[in-house]
């Protein structure tokens, strides 16, 4: 049976944090502000791909409030999240995400993100999508505040998941 879930994360812009996207440490003058990396769009994937199983989001696995995931890499969020969908029998086939964020250009990095979500996911990169665009300067995201990032992920599960 195929199980699509949807993710979705913001975070805010902040000095003296590495900006880290899709696993990739991007050059740019402010970070994201977060208890782990805050890899925006790690996290949309988590939640999309937790979405699928039906789970509860991101925060309910790693909470923020829990000292373990203090600045830690989101590539753990996203195997975790992984390694549910291979203990309920599963497989996931796709993802695609959009980051919106004004700068910087995300272009020449997309390649990158790309294999660290399918490594961290156990796919190939083909089944990845990762594109990016502006909010066109409107609102916070416009003003270049904090990113976002949306995802959807197709999962194929067993007929009888989740009856008891």
Excluded at 56 to 78: E, Y
Excluded at 96 to 102: H, N, P, Q, R, V
Excluded at 103 to 122: D, R, S
Aim: proline content about 6%; glycine content about 10%.
């Amino acid at each position: 049976m195929n199980r699509v879930g949807i993710g979705y994360d913001v975070h805010q812009l902040v000095a003296g944090r590495k900006l880290i996207l899709g696993g990739v440490e991007i050059p740019h003058p402010t970070g994201l502000d977060g208890h782990s990396d805050a890899d925006v769009l790690l996290h949309a994937i988590c939640d999309a791909v937790l979405g699928a199983l039906g789970e509860p989001d991101i925060g309910n696995f790693f909470p923020n409030t829990d000292p373990r995931w203090r600045n830690a890499p989101s590539k753990v969020f996203l195997q975790e999240a992984a390694r549910q969908v291979v203990f309920h029998g599963g497989k996931i086939i796709n993802v695609d995400a959009t980051l919106i964020a004004e700068a910087p250009k995300i272009t020449p990095h997309i390649q990158a993100m790309k294999f660290n979500v399918a490594e961290a996911l156990g796919i190939n990169p083909s089944r990845i999508g990762i594109k990016a665009t502006t909010n066109e300067r409107l609102g916070f995201l416009g003003r270049e505040e904090g990113m976002a990032a949306m995802a959807v992920a197709s999962v194929d599960l067993p007929e009888n998941y989740g009856q008891s």
